[in-house]
């Protein structure tokens, strides 16, 4: 096994600099201990495996071609933050894959990816009161495994699909959050159901738990260019590539 801060094979001698191009060659197995530099491109063709340690990646693009990338796994989590930060404004050159799909700010999957990070037992719950504009409180049915200083997010609750929010929790007391910002909008959180011809429709509004260890994200400054994640299935000289994520 190869290490990230050791590795010495690269084009130039050196670790990889800004800008730079990386390919992880086929039959290669690294161990990624050090944040990387911002890089413009990396092809994984061996396989990379996130240290235990706090870590950010930043390119451009990048894409798992017949090797992977991995972090924790489905019965030892990934236990730190690592966020892979995805680079690039609409200006930027396309990145191609093959033919069919070329694309800005991507991360393409014909290897396989597996993220596995560690989210609370809740997820997902309903508000259990309405919930005004202006208020600085919310009452939810269940939070287990929420803290202050995670992220939410408040559905909307009537005609203007636009009418949700993101919040921040400043304090927990049962099973009340106290937020950092008041509402911008109101948000239905009585206990009401209607009934349909397939059954009890709950209209209370949906909140979600947002704040993951592991964070695919996009840069802020390219504000409405988001990213594209795409798990992908071509033929490679001859060979079936068939992408794979678990996330």
């Not at 049962?174 to 709950?202: K, R, V």
């Not at 509004?205 to 400054?221: C, E, L, P, Q, Y």
């Amino acid at each position: 096994m190869r290490v990230w801060s050791n590795v010495t094979q690269w084009p130039r001698g050196t670790l990889p600099e800004v800008g730079d191009n990386v390919t992880v060659p086929c039959g290669w197995t690294i161990l990624m201990d050090v944040d990387p530099a911002e890089i413009y491109a990396l092809e994984i063709n061996g396989d990379v495996i996130i240290d235990d340690r706090d870590t950010v990646i930043i390119a451009k693009y990048i894409w798992i071609r017949s090797g992977s990338l991995t972090a924790g796994n489905s019965t030892n989590p990934f236990g730190y933050k690592l966020t892979i930060l995805v680079e690039g404004s609409s200006s930027d050159p396309t990145y191609v894959i093959d033919p069919n799909l070329a694309a800005r700010k991507c991360i393409v999957v014909t290897g396989r990816l597996s993220l596995y990070g560690v989210a609370p037992d809740t997820t997902s719950t309903r508000l259990t009161s309405k919930a005004a504009a202006g208020d600085t409180t919310i009452t939810v049915d269940q939070l287990q495994g929420w803290a202050a200083g995670d992220s939410i997010v408040i559905a909307p609750s009537f005609s203007n699909g636009y009418q949700f929010e993101r919040a921040e929790i400043q304090s927990i007391s049962g099973n009340t959050l106290t937020l950092t910002q008041p509402l911008n909008f109101t948000h239905y959180g009585e206990a009401t159901t209607i009934t349909t011809s397939i059954g009890g429709l709950d209209m209370r509004a949906t909140v979600g738990h947002m704040t993951r260890s592991i964070k695919i994200v996009s840069n802020d400054s390219a504000v409405g260019w988001g990213f594209r994640l795409v798990t992908y299935n071509m033929d490679d000289a001859s060979v079936a590539r068939n992408g794979r994520v678990a996330l």
